[in-house]
């Protein structure tokens, strides 16, 4: 139970409106609610009036595993020890609840930007193997014309969303490379989100997985019918659009999953994996510009667009592999 429960339930047993707990504190009622909702937490000489107040003790108040009722023995000592770690940065309430928020209202403009991206080449393919029909009137060069500008466009109308919100999302990078140290409370409310949000994250998983599945299956049947090239071209656009559903799916309900995940230190942001990201973060730049930079220089020489997108599959699976190898080499280390 955490503390802003806490406070819901003492009161109540007491028999007291949010307006005479206020009165009692020597604070007002709109103070007393930002507790209840856990927008943020009292200080630490409001705890030990309420430790008062209630005849609790403030273990009681402050530890969320504590559900009984212990009486009240102040100890300050017992309530301080996390805010004392100068070694860590310590996220308050309104921190934790300000990059909660800010997550859940830009993720669905990030997933929609990625999707765009992905989505990007898809009038260019089309185009191509539109100009390859034996009547059309579509020529090489027009087709790589107008593709390119559909492509440069989409992505600049992604790149539109996607910087802004990056530049709102920056004031937390702290959280993916230092290691934090959350104030009292503020574990217990970000868990409870975390706990409720799960049946939504685990459902968008089952579906961007899915919808990843069934946009490979007209490619397959392109392949075992062997149909003719502008059938595999609108394959390879349905898998891409297929795909662009999918990772919006992850995109969209996996960042919210992340700040919970961010908080609280779990999953991919556990202390190693932060100093793995330190190691790996300069590569990575750098490996990604350069992959860039080969993909873009071999299609536009080759005007081969179709099949230079195999550049990216083998990078990624190369960069999987270096991380894989930085991580073994850490362990073997520590």
């Known amino acids: 139970m955490i503390l802003a429960e806490k406070i819901i339930l003492l009161r109540k047993r007491n028999g007291w409106s ?10 007002s009622r709109q103070s007393v609610s930002k507790w209840e ?5 009292p200080d630490l000489d409001k705890v030990l009036k309420m430790s008062k107040v209630f005849d609790v003790s403030t273990d009681y108040l402050l530890k969320d595993e504590i559900e009984e009722f212990p009486k009240a023995e102040v100890s300050v000592s017992d309530s301080v020890d996390t805010y004392e770690n100068m070694e860590v940065r310590s996220v308050s ?5 300000e990059f909660m928020e800010l997550t859940r209202k830009t993720s669905g403009k990030i997933a929609a930007a990625v999707a765009v991206l992905i989505l990007s080449p898809t009038v260019l393919l089309l185009l191509a193997g539109l100009s390859e029909l034996a009547d059309s009137l ?10 390119m500008i559909a492509l440069l466009l989409m992505v600049v109308a992604a790149l539109v969303v996607l910087i802004p919100t990056g530049m709102q999302l920056s004031r937390f990078e702290y959280l993916d490379k230092e290691v934090i140290s959350l104030q009292y409370g503020v574990q217990g409310v970000v868990e409870k989100k975390k706990t409720e949000f799960e049946p939504v994250y685990r459902k968008s998983v089952v579906i ?6 069934i946009g490979v299956i007209p490619m397959m049947g392109a392949i075992a019918l062997a149909v003719p090239d502008i059938g595999f071209v609108v394959c390879v656009d349905l898998l891409l659009m297929y795909v662009a559903c999918g990772v919006y799916t992850f995109i969209r309900y996996g960042s919210i999953q992340e700040s919970y995940n961010k908080l609280l230190q779990e999953g991919d942001y556990t202390k190693e994996k932060k100093e793995l990201g330190r190691k ?12 860039t930079a080969i993909y873009l220089g071999i299609s536009l020489t ?3 667009w179709k099949d230079s997108w195999i550049i990216w599959a083998v990078a990624g699976v190369l960069f999987a592999a270096f991380q894989g190898v930085i991580q073994v080499i850490s362990k073997d280390r520590r």
């Open 18 to 27: 949010q307006e005479e707990l206020a009165e009692q504190l020597g604070i």
């Open 280 to 291: 790996t973060g300069v590569f990575a730049k750098i490996y990604w510009c350069t992959v």
């Open 37 to 41: 909702l856990g927008a943020s937490i």
């Open 138 to 147: 579509l020529t090489e060069d027009m087709a790589a014309g107008i593709g």
């Open 302 to 304: 080759m005007n081969n």
């Open 93 to 97: 309430m309104e921190e934790a609840n």
């Open 208 to 213: 961007g997985v899915v919808l990843c599945i």
